[in-house]
């Protein structure tokens, strides 16, 4: 829009008409304006979500080490996610600028019940293996099924006839799926490297 005001500019003063006054209508315009709009403000909803969950794992864990440790596995679906639409080419929407604070709190919610049993099983056991396996065996087959049950209620957009919802549920699904594994793989492993008992 910026290239379209300066040629404008440029016009009117080579033909004398600085007092004319013009204005940039049409879908296009509009279109471009609410696609800014739209990404300006996915970008400010996806710090916000980060801050929020920043602090609260920090203040849930007790400990910035540990409450960064939380973090890791919740931005990993949302790399992932956005990374996939850049490779397969697919367009920030309405539905799909919605994804990220989506994803965090799913992911938030399987890591808070992962940590938290993690913690227990530390005051528990010796160890912080047996500590992870108490977790996985507390709370692994819940974050599972329930995980498993959203990927299906979301994949049922795959067959939607409209572009974006497809989209939306398609990425929302494969988010979910990488939120899973992260929860439920890579964690033990940050666990078990940087929160011994």
């Known amino acids: 829009m910026a290239e379209l ?16 006054e013009s204005n940039l209508i049409g879908r296009v315009i509009v279109g471009v304006a609410v696609l800014v709009s739209m990404i300006s403000s996915a970008v400010e909803s996806y710090i916000l979500a980060f801050i929020f969950v920043s602090l609260l794992m920090f203040l849930l864990m007790k400990s910035f080490r540990k409450g960064l440790l939380a973090f890791i596995p919740n931005i990993i679906p949302i790399i992932f996610t956005l990374g996939m639409m850049g490779w397969i080419g697919m367009p920030l929407n309405i539905l799909t600028s919605l994804l990220g604070c989506i994803i965090i709190g799913i992911s938030v919610d399987d890591t808070i019940h992962f940590m938290h049993h ?9 160890s912080s293996e047996k500590a992870i396996f108490n977790s996985l065996e507390m ?4 974050i599972t099924f329930t995980s498993i049950v959203l ?3 979301f994949l049922v957009y795959a067959f939607d006839v409209f572009e974006t919802s497809y989209q939306f549920g398609t990425l929302l699904s494969f988010a979910i799926f990488i939120a899973l594994f992260a929860n439920l793989m890579l964690a033990p492993v940050l666990l078990t490297l940087f929160w011994k008992k």
């Open 5 to 20: 005001e300066v040629g404008i500019a440029v016009l009117k003063e080579k033909h004398q008409l600085a007092e004319m």
């Open 118 to 126: 993690y913690k227990d099983g530390l005051a528990k056991y010796d």
């Open 139 to 142: 709370s692994g087959r819940a």
């Open 151 to 153: 990927i299906g209620s």
